[in-house]
């Protein structure tokens, strides 16, 4: 009866499809056997112009697929930063060469063997969770200084309890952030909420197929028990069913919640405030650093995203002459092709502008080992006396502890008239 | 009047997945392929309605009909391109080629459009119907997609029952050979149907961003596993059973998110479509095949 | 000369093995020579878990002719289950890898195939694309159920639940599965040594099922499956047990492939996954092990050939997929093969083979 299970009868013998494919992989095999050096360079790196001894920085991120658009932030953010410092021209020359991962662990960490064949000697990476978790397993047994802009995961640096004690990784030594971890976030939002008196009745509307967002999640809960802050609503939906948001909006509309807090990335918020608005429900809503980049979605109708709260790293509309610079960078034709930075693309500058410091801290140079410069940055990291300054810091001057873990605040952010303003003000 | 609300939202979901069931049957019904890049063509309708509309600054019915146009003519293409060469293949190798196109289209429009997602303003701008003193919400968009896809399901039906074309089409269905003897022309007639289940897609893809408007390369692969299950669950082949299957889908995934768990609402929509298939093993109303010796 | 006096079927089995191991001897000298690339080094476990996947879904889509789309959630209960037996063992102080590696690899293949047995009893009684959806929805539903799945272990024991981590109600002890985040903190301890060997197995476990008595039935059923029940063969016996053994080496495959990663979440094996391994059965011929392994070794291998041309390269990927099923189906492909064919009848059969699929890299 069916037409996909009855008789198989190629009209080509197998053996020949057989003979060609052993061909072809064999090829592959020589190829991939010896495009160690020449083939990575031309991707998307560039070559430090002034000296001829540049450190070289590898990049992994997804810029295909689902999650390509922070990939491809991070890979522009980087990619500013590595052509603003050469372009300097100190001492310090970088090139950078970004790889795709697909939000996939296993090309993730294709992506990273093939970044060692290239001779990276230091990894700006990965930008999302689940990949970053395998891909610093591997550097912590290579020893490669890692920094990852986004993977915000505690698994990713290890050695973190959770609330009740119980450690599913070690600490990998070699491994820092320049996010906020997601439990952080999670108690620094109801911290927040119950701080501000913004809710009675909070509901929760979360991606529980996604690290992310069920890590804040958790964090989030624990900690509104602590502060007793009423939940009374927790809804989820996965990568596979973001469309319809109408029950979780009813549940929540029901509960008599009068906040919402969506520690999700903005794609599917954009899809819940028009949803909400729609069926007339207009409670507030408090996001996460994922939230930012809801304003800049092409088409999406600002005036709903109206009083949003969100605590974040980074706002491009930022007034302070840096982030207008980086904006304005990112948004010409070479980089972003007009899209707005988000948080990504600014944690990942400030990425290589930390590493940069760093290096000159420690006196590092080209011709060392990638085993021998993650001691020396591993070593100003975590020293007392090692602070950085940028886009993403509020201002103020971030450090690094031993566990990996970023000291930074979010700032509070509403949005008003469609601009970021402080909540505090 | 909350699981009336929630039944109107499942059937407005469901009708999203009818009408891509629709194209799904069709192609199938007629050129006996599971043609995966379906989701996908709903994708590209999807983006030319929103690039017409943004940035050409077309009227929105001018933005349906240009989207319907070019998914015409891609379906046509793509059928001469990669599956006419394949009439005589296993049809495994037809299955493993969509997927193909399927790759091409999501990472063409990749390259396209870019990786960030793209709010698609609805094109339907009517206020939403208050029922029972304003306890019942219907938004417009809801209504007319259910509309929609009663409409194509009857004109579909009609079109296979009644026209020249449409017998030639069944024909086809029922047997190709002795279609082909009988003066048919195969290759037009399944060209035909690649057109149509192609411009379907491009209505499908319109009116699924305009009830949850965000569009991303990838925003037709889930809606497209959806339609597949629904076409199978109304009983592959069967017009009406592809916008049955679709409707009772979306129905389904409501009232489980709803009523069940929202955790494992997945879980238990495609729970009920193995115990419904495990009934009636032909899908609702698919015609269960007697095997000759 | 000597191997033409073999039967056919001896033959192609004798080929089948010469190639795993000539790549493996292959592999193993280059890398003592240094000549192996990270990129390269790093996939050889990937690869051969993809090959172990390949040659078992063959089982169910070539020799038994059912069309599965929901292998990789076979995949997934053996590498999850695999995990999970490995935290335990390790708990229990068994420090030896190779324990540790065939422990969940057996109990993970056990768990694949039991679960393999149960979808298929039901889903036995349909066929066709009917068959094809439910595998789909079964991979579906065991993502969906892993999504919430919480294990963790500690000096009381293993725990479980289905809210969250705090329920487990432990007491410093390790998750082993998170939710989805699946698990963390996996020790790496698969090797290209027990990938070939895993391979190894999974193509005697297939090819001396097809070449024993149980695979002619189950061959006689994909054929005829009306003529099949005539002479007396029971079906639904024989799809259920190719049903069944193709998912317990799916999951041992599974082990192989987690146990090369730190971390695996539910999510990774969805449909995409199950329809990835698809394309390598379909690829490398039905029925034909040689063919699947050939295939899921190169197509694994090609992403990451093509990274140098960057963003292109998953658009050049689709592609080549769409090239190498349509072009040997075209007319010029198949009168330039004519051709060579017909010049090259005077010469040794094998190179005839050899020339015309060197046309399959136009």
Redesign the interface.
């Known amino acids: 009866m069916s037409s996909l299970t009855g008789k198989f009868n190629p009209v080509v013998s197998r053996r020949s499809v057989v003979a060609g494919l052993a061909g072809l992989g064999a090829a592959g095999i020589i190829a991939g056997c010896s495009n160690g050096d020449d083939a990575a360079s031309e991707g998307s790196s560039s070559a430090g112009s002034a000296s001829g001894a540049t450190i070289k920085i590898g990049g992994i991120g997804p810029t295909t697929g689902a999650a390509a658009i922070y990939g491809n932030a991070v890979m522009n953010g980087a990619q500013i930063a590595v052509d603003e410092i050469n372009a300097e021209g100190g001492d310090i020359q970088f090139e950078l060469n970004f790889q795709d991962d697909e939000n996939d662990a296993e090309k993730s960490v294709n992506a990273y063997n093939n970044l060692k064949d290239w001779g990276m000697q230091i990894l700006v990476g990965t930008v999302t969770t689940t990949p970053c978790v395998a891909v610093s397993a591997e550097t912590n047994a290579d020893n490669m200084f890692q920094i990852t802009p986004s993977g915000s995961s505690t698994d990713v640096i290890g050695g973190q309890p959770d609330a009740e004690g119980n450690i599913s990784t070690p600490r990998k030594e070699n491994v820092f952030q320049m996010c906020f971890t997601d439990p952080n976030q999670g108690a620094a939002s109801a911290q927040y909420i119950s701080e501000q008196g913004l809710a009675t009745k909070i509901a929760v509307i979360y991606n529980n197929a996604d690290t992310y967002s069920t890590g804040i999640y958790q964090s989030f809960m624990s900690e509104a028990n602590t502060l007793g802050l009423e939940v009374v609503s927790e809804t989820t939906f996965t990568d596979d069913s973001a469309t319809d948001f109408s029950v979780q909006l009813n549940d929540a509309k029901n509960a008599g919640a009068d906040l919402v807090f969506l520690p999700i990335y903005y794609t599917p918020i954009s899809l819940i405030l028009t949803q909400a608005d729609q069926m007339g429900y207009a409670p507030k809503w408090f996001g996460v650093d994922g939230m930012d980049g809801l304003l800049t979605v092409e088409g999406f109708d600002t005036s709903l995203a109206e009083g949003c709260m969100l605590l974040t790293p980074f706002v491009a509309t930022a007034e302070d002459e840096a982030t207008q610079a980086f904006v304005e960078t990112y948004k010409s034709d070479e980089y972003g092709k007009g899209e707005t930075p988000n948080q990504f693309a600014a944690d990942a500058y400030d990425c290589v502008y930390a590493l940069r410091q760093a290096i000159e801290t420690a006196g590092i140079t080209a011709d060392m080992d990638a085993s021998s410069i993650c001691d020396a940055l591993v070593e100003t990291f975590t020293s007392a006396d090692f602070s950085f300054t940028g886009l993403t810091t509020a201002g103020e001057a971030a450090t690094w502890s031993d566990t990996g873990e970023i000291s930074k605040q979010p700032m509070g952010m509403v949005i008003q008239d469609g601009v970021y303003m402080p909540l505090d003000a | 009047m909350e699981i009336l609300a929630n039944i109107i939202n499942g059937a407005s979901l469901g009708s999203v997945y009818a009408i891509i069931a629709l194209g799904y049957t069709m192609v199938y019904g007629i050129a006996k392929m599971l043609n995966f890049a379906h989701g996908d063509v709903i994708m590209v309708g999807a983006y030319v309605c929103f690039c017409a509309v943004s940035y050409l600054g077309l009227p929105a019915l001018a933005g349906v009909l240009l989207s319907v146009v070019a998914c015409t003519v891609l379906g046509i293409v793509v059928e001469r391109l990669a599956y006419k060469p394949l009439r005589n293949a296993p049809s495994l190798n037809v299955l493993i080629t969509a997927i193909g196109v399927s790759y091409f289209l999501q990472n063409a429009a990749l390259l396209i459009m870019g990786s960030d997602p793209k709010s698609f303003s609805s094109i339907i701008s009517l206020p939403a119907l208050q029922l029972f003193d304003g306890k019942l919400t219907i938004s417009a968009t809801a209504v007319i997609t259910i509309l929609a896809c009663v409409v194509i399901m009857v004109a579909l039906t009609m079109f296979t029952g009644k026209t020249k074309m449409g017998k030639a089409m069944r024909a086809c269905s029922e047997d190709r050979d002795a279609a082909q003897l009988m003066g048919i022309n195969v290759n037009s007639t399944i060209s035909m149907v690649f057109a149509i289940g192609s411009g379907l897609a491009a209505i499908a893809g319109v009116l699924m961003c305009s009830a949850y408007p965000t569009l991303m390369p990838t925003t037709g692969s889930m809606p497209g596993i959806k339609a597949f299950t629904a076409a199978v669950l109304g009983g592959i082949g069967s017009i009406p059973g592809a916008a049955l299957g679709g409707i009772l889908l979306g129905i389904i995934e409501i009232l489980a998110r709803a009523y069940i768990s929202t955790q494992l609402a997945d879980a238990v929509v495609f729970a009920v479509l193995i115990v419904m298939l495990l009934i009636r093993p032909a899908g609702l109303l698919g015609k269960p095949v007697n095997e000759k010796v | 000369m000597g191997i033409k006096v073999l039967s056919p079927q001896t033959r192609s089995t004798i080929i089948t093995y010469a190639i795993v191991i000539v790549a493996f001897v292959a592999v193993t000298l280059?890398d003592g020579m240094g000549?192996?690339?990270?990129?390269?080094?790093?996939?050889l476990v990937?690869i051969c878990a993809y090959v172990s996947l390949a040659v078992s879904l063959n089982l169910v889509?070539?020799v038994s002719?059912?069309?599965s789309l929901g292998h990789a959630g076979f995949m997934s209960v053996g590498a999850f289950t695999g995990v999970v037996v490995a935290g335990c063992l390790a708990r229990m102080g068994i420090e030896s890898e190779l324990v540790l590696f065939v422990g969940a690899a057996v109990v993970g293949a056990i768990a694949a195939g039991i679960i393999g047995f149960l979808v298929g009893i039901?889903v036995m009684?349909?066929?066709?694309?009917?068959?094809?959806?439910?595998t789909?929805?079964?991979g579906?539903?065991i993502?969906?159920?892993l999504?919430?799945f919480y294990i963790?272990i500690?000096d009381a024991g293993l725990h479980f639940s289905m809210k969250?981590?705090?329920s487990?109600g432990?007491?410093?002890?390790?998750?082993l599965i998170?939710?989805?985040?699946?698990a963390?903190?996996i020790d790496?301890i698969s090797t290209f040594v027990l990938g070939i060997v895993l391979v190894l197995i999974t193509v005697a476990v297939v090819l001396n099922l097809m070449h024993s008595r149980d695979g002619r039935a189950i061959m006689a059923v994909r054929?005829n499956?009306?003529?099949a029940e005539?002479v007396g063969i029971n079906v639904t016996k024989y799809r259920l047990m190719a049903f069944t053994v193709a998912s317990a080496l799916a999951g041992a495959a599974g082990v192989l492939y987690a146990m090369n990663?730190?971390?695996?979440?539910?999510?990774?094996f969805d449909?995409n996954q199950s329809?990835l391994i698809?394309?390598y059965v379909?690829?490398?011929?039905?029925?034909?092990i040689?063919?699947s392994i050939?295939?899921a070794?190169?197509l694994t291998?090609?992403?990451?050939?093509l990274?140098?041309?960057?963003?292109?390269?998953?658009?050049l990927?689709?592609?080549v997929?769409?090239l190498?099923?349509?072009v040997?189906?075209?007319r010029i492909y198949?009168r330039v093969?004519e051709t060579l064919r017909g010049r090259l009848r005077k010469a040794p059969a094998d190179a005839a083979?050899?020339a015309?699929?060197?046309?399959?890299?136009e």
């Open positions: 280059l000549l192996i690339s990270n990129s390269l080094s790093g996939q990937p889509v070539g002719g059912e069309l039901p009684r349909l066929r066709g694309d009917y068959l094809a959806i439910v789909l929805a079964f579906e539903i993502k969906n159920l999504n919430n963790g500690d969250d981590t705090a487990l432990m007491n410093q002890g390790t998750i998170n939710g989805p985040k699946g963390v903190g790496k054929d499956r009306i003529a005539s990663y730190s971390t695996i979440t539910p999510s990774q449909f329809i698809l394309v379909v690829l490398g011929g039905m029925g034909n040689s063919g050939v295939s070794a190169f291998v090609l992403p990451e050939i990274r140098p041309i960057n963003q292109y390269r998953m658009l990927y689709a592609i997929l769409i190498v099923m349509v040997p189906h075209t198949q093969a083979v050899a015309e699929g060197g046309e399959g890299d």
